[in-house]
């Protein structure tokens, strides 16, 4: 197997809720995910599988959708896998996939939903792949053209960018 894509929501998959429906601080709703239409577009030279696991956004993760995500990552026969994954948890998230040994295991997202023209979901999801391919074992976030070891890494809000922490 190539890279291995777990999807779980996230800005990357977000579109506009409909007029009336939107919930908590959110105009916007989780739909099918991005990613998939995003590698069909690239046309990429290697193996990829995509799994949808969750549909959430990032804030509305618990330990249970973590903990699930740790199972379906262990469970994969990938060594190289890429997790898209709301920026707002993404660091906790990377935290508890620490428990997952001997594989490279990236996550990756975007600030704005990938269906927007200005997104950075496909730089983003882009960049993953390929530190997926060329890290080291462990744990890491990658957006904003950096890789990032996930137990030195920050969400910078004013920026919008993660940062060394």
Request: proline share 4%.
């Amino acid at each position: 197997m190539g890279i291995h894509i777990i999807t779980v929501g996230g800005t990357i998959d977000k579109v506009y809720a409909p007029a009336g429906a939107a919930h908590g601080n959110s105009d916007y709703d989780v739909a099918a995910p991005a990613v998939i239409d995003i590698m069909a577009r690239v046309n990429p030279r290697l193996e990829v599988e995509v799994t949808p696991l969750l549909g959430k956004d990032s804030l509305d993760m618990c330990d249970l959708d973590r903990a699930a995500l740790v199972t379906a990552v262990k469970a994969s026969s990938a060594q190289q896998i890429v997790i898209t994954h709301g920026t707002d948890t993404m660091i906790k998230t990377g935290q508890a996939l620490t428990a997952v040994k001997g594989k490279t295991l990236v996550l990756t997202g975007a600030m704005r939903p990938a269906l927007f023209r200005d997104s950075d979901a496909d730089f983003n999801l882009g960049a993953a792949v390929t530190a997926a391919q060329i890290m080291p074992k462990g744990v890491y976030l990658c957006m904003n053209g950096r890789v990032f070891d996930i137990d030195s890494v920050s969400k910078n809000h004013l920026k919008q960018q993660f940062q060394d922490s």
